[in-house]
Structure formats: structure tokens, C-alpha cells
């Protein structure tokens, strides 16, 4: 239509001088008529000009769309590389990770070769080509040539419309529009990122790595100019279906490159003698589980925040607002840890599916940031037969007595309790399994329940979204359900010294949500301590001489579903579950057993120096004298007194209650001593499960046979055979007798039988209990 016009206006110039030749009389009005016609084409350029710069105002460039890609979500470790690709809308593979080098890479000659020779110097529309493609149009009446740039493709790419000669201007418009906003490497990037490359590849990334297997930047110039001639007619040009079209194109593009001076004829040659060998990328598929959180999560942000999710949706607006999250999503992963975790479980379910126990899985945190560093959800991804796809990280699962430690710090906050009277309330060969009777070290069950569920909440565990007394005594005895990686981010609170944090999916991305105190500072490092004593390494490690300082506790669910191993220092959160995805029991599932020797592996991967960090005492943690029994501050009696931490004006001062003055039958007056409750019932249940359905026995002391208090022991140097003693003891109404020796359980018994212990040098204490909670005591000496 338009250039029909044209042609009529070219008609009308060149046909005034044959008018003004031929007739003399229509001289004046023709003047008439041609002032009037330029007259009338001046207020038509005027009102175009005009309402050029009103539609440049109204209507300004779309620029939000040129953040807008079909785009595939790619999620990037830590260190940039890919992990998983999920495809763009109706399958687009897109990817937006190439930035393009003009300089340095072929792909951007070639392309600006192919399809825009002068684009570096145009100023979005080329007016030489747009006089060719008018006059070519003109002559030949149908549009032979488009004139188009990289400018007015980008806007073509960006909306996509029937081709008509409005939309050619409105083209034109735009990328006019498009060169004040973008600069010329930008413009080239948008185009590279959004050209059309066959099948269902958007975009020079996808292009190379599905083609080549390669990143845009390392193309050859043979492959290079392969792909930049394939946007002009992608599926015509396909090269995996068309190779010959496909390199005739290539050939093409090279030529083009020689006109432009971009290569020499020799290079082109080079390009053109090299074969083109096309070879597929696999779409990258790591760390399966983590990639499928951080994924669900972003589907849980598009779908409305899930409460019960709240922590990685948080972090992912918060990556929203920060323009990190459009298409490739930086993760926390970190290879090398996470190729360690998933060798580990590899490693070790091989030996666990031979008792029986198929899942596990690995969480590794950073204390510092709360990234998620590694994550593993299962030992293979692609068993199907074992649920190989259940994020056995994820699953909700009985924790055992890896909620304990939080009870102490609780306790320890309430002034109840300090690592002292833990270890001494407990056998320190059982201290692993359930120190703290809740009646006894709490004021009252439903109060002390109410504090602990607000506790765990305050670290995190949200799955444990019912009332204390939904949970009741199972709260106290690891049977509510949490997540390991719940499990392991509470944990992260006791290397943050009592602070926690939400767990972190995307790097660089605060979440946002606020910190929260979930005990002292020094109650905190008090359970570090008492976590990671000497004298907690495991059999295997006493010779493994550098062995990282390490804080862990184990945890056996009941009914033996669930083992778990949870490690901590100032710097990582290990933590490691064994159990069967659909949650049946196997006698090996004990945490110090199946989870214990996997999270060692992974803390020694580590720290292969065995140098770990470890941390700084707060001043609020004072030392004091207590007794060596009972650990309370040692009374009058107590026979013998330690060192021990404590929290200044906090623990309790209340003097030790243990040892207490009785008078004889004979009149003497005799140290005691009296167990808290709290041993008795733990005693009770642990070790008599028969004893609380028992009536009530008269609360009678033991009395030794053997040894006598004060008694010494030789032994005798030569004799080959093991020099044992045998711990004796009677007590009326007791059936069942524990023996302890320097604090150590030995072993239990029934009353009179004797108990051998094998003689060691030097002085020990020798207590026998009863279930009640009384005991004797003799202090000996073996030289
Ligand atoms: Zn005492």
C-alpha cells in the first residue's frame, strides 16, 4: 500500500516538468496546485514528526519483557556450575547463561555477519539497507528483502506479529526505541538469547551445548557459523536433519564474514575444510534431592506461601526482589561437600541394606550463612525399588535422643542443670541414651513439656505443629516427627551460640526472616561441651589420634525405625539418618551403630588433618567446686569435689543432696548416698522394665559384702589369667542390684550374686543401687 504511494509521488515529481513544458495556460494553477501539495506534504511531515515524539512518549518500549524469556529454571551450585535443567514453557529449552564477548567470541562475528553487517554503527535501523529494501520492494512489488537489524529482530522476538508494513514500522519504532535503552552488547545479547535454533532450542546457549556440547564461547568458527545461519529459517536449516542445507548456510555466513573483513579468505577455507561433528550435551541431573527441594519450594512460592514451608519460600522472594532468581538460580551446594556426602552414603548403605535397611540420608550446613551445603535424600536417586526418589531428608521421621541436647540447654537455662550433673546423674556408659527424667529435673510434666515444644519451635522443628499435650511424653522421648534437615538447621543454633536462622537454598540471598534466640549463649557452648568431651570418641577413633574436636549426639528412634547421628563445630552441621522409607524397623537401626560411623566418615572428609575449630568459652561460663558424684556444688559430705562449668548467677546453687548423713542402728552417724529420683526412674526404666509394675518395696540401702570400704587389692605381677574382684552385695525387696564403678555402669545383678570386675591400678569408687534409688559405696585401692 505504502509503496504504492511512493511510487505515485515519484510519478507526480517527475511528471511536473513535462507539465509545465506542454501547456503554458495551466502554468499558474499547476504552481498553485505544487505550492499547495508542498504545503500539504509539510504539514504532513510536521504532524508525522509530531506525533512521533507524542507515540515515542506514550508509548514507551516494553522493557519489563526484555527480563521475560520462555526460559528454562537451571540451578547452579555454588561455584556456577549446572545441577539441573528443568525446560521452559510448552518444553522451550532456553538457557540464559551466556553473556556474549564481541571481541573474543566467533558466534557474535558471525551472527552480526549473517543477519547485520553494519549493526555496530546503525542506530537501530539501517538506512541503506532500508533504501535497497524499498527499492527492491518497489521493483519487484512483494517484499524481497526485510531490511531488518539484530534491533528490529529483537523486537520481533519480543512480540511476535503477522508481517504487514504497520507492523514493519512499529518494528522500526521500537528498535529506534531500543537503541536509547540497550546498549549495542546488550542488544546483541537479547538477540543471541532469544533467536530461534531449531526444534524446540531458544537461544545460542541451548543451540551449542544440545548441537555441540560445547558453551557459545568456545564455538569454532566453523560451528559458529553454522549456528548463527540457522535463525533465518531454523527448521528448514536444522543441521541434525538438514546437514547439507545446513552447511551451505555455513558457507554463506563465512563468505559474509570475508565481505565484512572480519576474517580472511584463508580462514574461511580452514572453516570450510573442517569437518562440523555434532555431539549432544546431557542435561545436567546432580544432587537430585537438593535440586527437587529448591524447585519445590519455588512452586510452593509461585502456588502462595505454605506455612508449614515458610523457611525456603521466604528466601526465594527475597532472591525474587533481589533479581537474582529469573532463570539460572545459584544454590548453596557446594560439589565438593555434597560429592562427599553422597560417596559416604553410598559407601555405608551397602553394608545397611544388608541388615536390612534400604534410606538415609545427609544434611550439611554452614553455621555461619545457614547455606545448605550438602544434601542428600537417599543413597541412589534411581532405585526405584527402594524409594530411591523419597527425600529421606525431607521425611518426617521420630528423632530419638538427638532432641535432648535441647533439653539440657533448656535446663541447663533454667538454672536445673549443668554438664556436670548430667554426666553425673547418669552411668556414663548410658549418658547416649536418656539422662533427664522430666519429673524429676522439671517442676512438672505439662509445664516442662509446654517449655520444650516452645523451645523446638523457636529451633525450627515445625513439623511439630500440635499441642504439648498431643505429644505428651512422646516429645521428651524423640518419638514427634521432624526432618533432618530441621533436625540439622536446630542444631546450626548451638554453633551460633543459642541463635537460629533459617536454612538457606540460594546463595547470596539473606531470607530475610529474623533470627531467633533459642537458648544462652553459654548454655549453647555448655552443650557443645558436654557433646564433644574426649571421652566421647567412639571405639574406632580412640586410635585415630587426630580425630577433630566435635560436638555429636546420636539418636535410635523406638521400635528401632530410625538411627541418627547429628555432629556439629563452629563452622558445620553434619547430619545423618538411617532408616527405611516406608518406616519399617530393623534391630540395626541404633543411631551409635548404623548413623555414627557414616557422619565420622564425612567429619574426617572434612577435617583430614584432624584440626578442626572449636569455640570460644562465653564469659557468662564460670567453674566451680562440685561434688565428683553428683556434680552440685559439693556439700560438707561429699567425699570428693571437681572442677566443673557452670553459668554464672544462673545454675543452681542448691549444695549436693546426694551424699546425706544417716545415723546407724548401732548409733554411728554414716555418709549416704541418696540418688536423685531422677537416676532411680531412669534406672527403672531402663534397665527393669518390669520394675514400675512392681509394688512398692521398702526403700532399703544396700549393704557391700564385697569389697569393704577402705580395702586395698594387690595385684600379683606374672600370673597370666585376668585378677578379678567380685562385687558383692545383699539388699532386702530388691531383686535387681546396679553396679557402678568410678561412675562407670558395670554391670546389674541380682542381690547376692556376685559381679566380677577386672582389677585395675589405682583408687576407685565402687557404688551398688538399687532401683529405688539408695546405694552403697566403697572407696578402694588396687596397687
Ligand atoms: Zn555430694
Redesign the pocket.
Known sequence: MLHREFRAFLALLATRPINTRRNRTLRAPSRLRLLRFFRRLLIASLSCVLLFIIAWFVFPFPVGDLTRYPADTILLDRTGEPLRLRLGPHDTDCRLCYRPDPDRDWICRAVVAAEDQRFWHHCGIDPLALGRAIGQNAVHRRTVSGASTLSTQVVRLLHPRRRTLWTKAVELFRALQLETRLDKRAILEQYLNRAPFGANLVGIEAASRRYFAKEPQDLSLAEAALLAGLPQSPSRLRPDRFPARAQRRAAYVLDRMVACGMITPAQRDAARAMPVALRTDAYPFRAPHFCDLVLDTQALQVGGPDASHANAPAATRAAERAGHLDHAIRTTLDPALQRLAEQTLHNHAASWRTEGVSGGGVVVIEIASGAVRALVGSPDYADALRAGQVNGAMALRAPGSTLKPFVYALAMDQGRLTPATVLADVPRSFKDLTPVNFDGVFQGPVAAHDALLRMLRQAGLESLDQSAAHYGLNLALGDAPVRLLDLANAYASFGRGGVWRPYRLIEDVDSGRASRHVCSPEAAWLVAEMLGGDDRLPESHHADVRAPHIAWKTGTSSGFRDAWAVAFNPVYVIAVWAGNPNGRSAPALVGARLAVPAMWEIVRGLYPNGDGPWFERPAGVTRRT?????G?P??P???R?EEAWCIAGVSSPH?????VRQTTADGRIEVV?HWPPAVASFLRARMAPDAGTRAAQPDEAPRLVNPQPGAVYRIVEGLDTAQRLMLKATCRGHETLYWFVDDQFLSAGAAEAPVPWTLARGHHVIVCATTAGCSARADIVVE
Open positions: 562440685v561434688c565428683a558424684v553428683s552440685q559439693s556439700g559430705d561429699c567425699p569435689t549444695p549436693c543432696d546426694v551424699h548416698e
